[in-house]
T-cell receptor
Framework: TQLLEQSPQFLSIQEGENLTVYCNSS?????LQWYRQEPGEGPVLLVT?????EVKKLKRLTFQFGDARKDSSLHITAAQPGDTGLYLC?????????FGKGTRLHILP | DARVTQTPRHKVTEMGQEVTMRCQPI?????VFWYRQTMMQGLELLAY????????DSGMPKDRFSAEMPDATLATLKIQPSEPRDSAVYFC??????????????FGDGTRLSIL
């Protein structure tokens, strides 16, 4: 059983469209991080959310932590080809960091 | 920019051979993590160290895998004997003390391992 479920697994959309990807769990996390990974490279941290209901913006990316700290979403506005990559969420629980399997995003020019 | 350095970047070997992967964490970081990434399982934590002491290796098959930090600038992950199911990308990451839950991990670019 995967502790952190990410959906969708794959998403391919046209440049300029908006999209939302999700990270869901039945467990509570003390914090949650989003990473982006490009082919041949390691994951790179985008953001950490700590407080339930917290919203953070990073240019066209908006991250939200659920009120109960069990889930999170990433919304991208006006997607660009440079947003292509694997988006991973990672939750911190009982001093362990657990990764979801990721959403593989492809933005078509 | 400071980076985590992993060597080798690629390794192809026959089953039964010993494989050693190396990681140089970012200077000043006191936690080191080893992960394995596959399409089926995603990113799995194998082991982690704080101040060079192993804190958790519950994700690691103990019979063939071993992880060590001989000094603060080097972490190693060994597989002996290697098996085809060990084929994966192995990542090392370093960070500051994870007891502060919002400390980021900095990943290397991985070692792509293929066991024939």
């Amino acid at each position: 059983t995967q502790l952190l479920e990410q959906s969708p697994q794959f998403l391919s959309i046209q440049e300029g469209e908006n999209l939302t990807v999700y990270c869901n769990s039945s467990s509570v996390f003390s914090s949650l991080q989003w990473y982006r990974q490009e082919p041949g490279e390691g994951p790179v941290l985008l953001v950490t959310v700590v407080t339930g209901g917290e919203v953070k913006k990073l240019k066209r990316l908006t991250f939200q932590f659920g009120d109960a700290r069990k889930d999170s979403s990433l919304h991208i506005t006006a997607a660009q080809p440079g947003d292509t990559g694997l988006y991973l969420c990672a939750g911190n629980r009982d001093d362990k960091i657990i990764f979801g399997k990721g959403t593989r995003l492809h933005i078509l020019p | 920019d400071a980076r985590v350095t992993q060597t080798p970047r690629h390794k192809v070997t026959e089953m039964g051979q010993e494989v050693t992967m190396r990681c140089q964490p970012i200077l000043g970081h006191n936690t080191v993590f080893w992960y394995r990434q596959t399409m089926m399982q995603g990113l799995e934590l194998l082991a982690y160290f704080r101040n060079r002491a192993p804190l958790d290796d519950s994700g690691m098959p103990k019979d063939r895998f071993s992880a060590e930090m001989p000094d603060a600038t080097l972490a190693t992950l060994k597989i002996q004997p290697s098996e085809p199911r060990d084929s994966a990308v192995y990542f090392c990451a370093s960070g500051l003390d994870r007891r502060e839950s919002n400390q980021p991990q900095h990943f290397g670019d991985g070692t792509r391992l293929s066991i024939l």
